[in-house]
């Protein structure tokens, strides 16, 4: 992807929704009709609850659903992901989990659309990491998003530029670093304690399985691979 940011089909720079939705041919796609009453971020309705939506349902967005439910202040209303099948399997989950069954969605537009959530949960790939928190800030949504932020600097940018235009709260998912034993850590090396550091090693060995390269072929039944697809370029 060029360092400029999102394009469409054609090359050209696409820096909006509208203009994605007409690259992608789905700006006719209707929004997700819904019932529930609008709980709005940072108010007390009766419920306590956060609503979230999960965009992404893949291995870390099931492990955030399961966290984030295990707060007890989160209900999940959404599962979004362009390959039905995982997402179907999450929201099977997710109802063992809270009692009630999210919506279902290849497309994560039909959440934002969604009055009633207040914040998404976007473990996507990482070419649809930016895009998807500046729509969620333009509909009025926080944000939790995975690392890595971004493919570059201009994109990171604009989700720094979504967030203080529309005031919402993003959170990269960088958890640790603003984790209560790094902060504690950081005022005992602070308070001289320790004396002065000269050298810190770091050892962090995660033994990962290798992802085979796969030959050619036609996207998997089930999957929508313009979404999936979404601002990276065609190969």
């Known amino acids: 992807?060029?360092?400029?940011?999102?394009?469409?089909?054609?090359?050209?720079?696409?820096?909006?929704?509208?203009?994605?939705?007409?690259?992608?041919?789905?700006?006719?796609?209707?929004?997700?009709?819904?019932?529930?009453k609008s709980q709005l971020f940072g108010e007390s309705p009766p419920s306590q609850q956060i609503v979230l939506a999960i965009v992404g349902c893949g291995g870390r967005g099931s492990a955030l659903a399961a966290g984030f439910l295990e707060r007890g202040d989160c209900r999940i209303a959404w599962v979004c992901d362009p390959?039905?099948?995982?997402?179907?399997?999450?929201?099977?989950?997710?109802?063992?989990?809270?009692?009630?069954?999210?919506?279902?969605?290849?497309?994560?537009?039909?959440?934002?659309?969604?009055?009633?959530?207040?914040?998404i949960v976007s473990a996507t790939p990482d070419h649809w990491?930016?895009?998807?928190?500046?729509?969620?800030?333009?509909?009025?949504?926080?944000?939790?998003?995975?690392?890595?932020?971004?493919?570059?600097?201009?994109?990171?940018?604009?989700?720094?530029?979504?967030?203080?235009?529309?005031?919402?709260?993003v959170q990269i998912g960088t958890q640790n670093r603003s984790a209560r034993y790094n902060r504690e850590a950081k005022e005992?090396?602070?308070?001289?304690?320790?004396?002065?550091?000269?050298?810190?090693?770091?050892?962090?060995q995660k033994l990962w399985d290798n992802f085979p390269v796969r030959p050619d072929s036609d996207p998997p039944a089930g999957?929508?691979?313009d979404i999936w697809n979404g601002p990276a370029p065609e190969a």
Not at 30 to 36: E, L, Q, R, S
Not at 188 to 203: Q, T
């Open 129 to 169: 990491h930016a895009l998807s928190t500046v729509w969620a800030c333009q509909a009025g949504k926080d944000v939790y998003v995975e690392k890595p932020t971004s493919h570059n600097a201009w994109e990171g940018r604009k989700m720094v530029e979504a967030a203080r235009k529309y005031q919402r709260i």
């Open 1 to 36: 992807m060029s360092r400029k940011g999102f394009f469409d089909r054609q090359g050209g720079l696409v820096t909006d929704r509208r203009s994605f939705l007409k690259s992608t041919g789905m700006a006719g796609m209707g929004a997700a009709m819904v019932v529930t």
């Open 83 to 119: 390959f039905l099948p995982r997402a179907e399997a999450l929201a099977k989950t997710v109802e063992q989990l809270q009692g009630t069954r999210p919506q279902v969605s290849d497309d994560l537009r039909r959440a934002l659309d969604d009055k009633s959530v207040d914040a």
């Open 223 to 225: 999957l929508n691979w």
């Open 188 to 204: 005992y090396i602070a308070s001289g304690k320790l004396g002065r550091i000269h050298l810190c090693r770091i050892f962090n």
